[in-house]
């Protein structure tokens, strides 16, 4: 089995934190939309994970990420949404402000 590829853009905030975009590695190199967006590095799913658990801000484009966001609790299964046919998730942690 290959191994699981993302595209991430990861964005830091001095005063909230660390906000990430992740994109399946179909959804970035496929979609018309989505492969032009700027991404800050590529990540297995072991990275991806550390990454969710120290970002505020995460958007998930894939499903792929989408169900790890969902094992890893930041995601409803019922909170996905879909932008130009793509499926979407969002999560903000406001717990620490």
């Not at 890893?72 to 909170?79: C, M, T, V, W, Y």
């Amino acid at each position: 089995m290959d191994e699981e590829i993302f595209y991430v853009d990861i964005r830091n905030n001095p005063r909230y934190g660390q906000f990430i975009t992740v994109y399946d590695k179909d959804v970035k190199e496929n979609h018309e939309v989505f492969r032009e967006k700027s991404y800050t590095k590529t990540v297995n799913r072991e990275e991806l994970i550390q990454l969710l658990r120290t970002s505020v801000s995460i958007i998930l484009y894939g499903r792929k990420c989408i169900e790890i966001g969902i094992e890893e609790r930041f995601i409803h299964p019922d909170a996905i949404s879909k932008q130009y046919g793509v499926e979407v998730a969002i999560y903000i942690d406001t717990r620490r402000y």
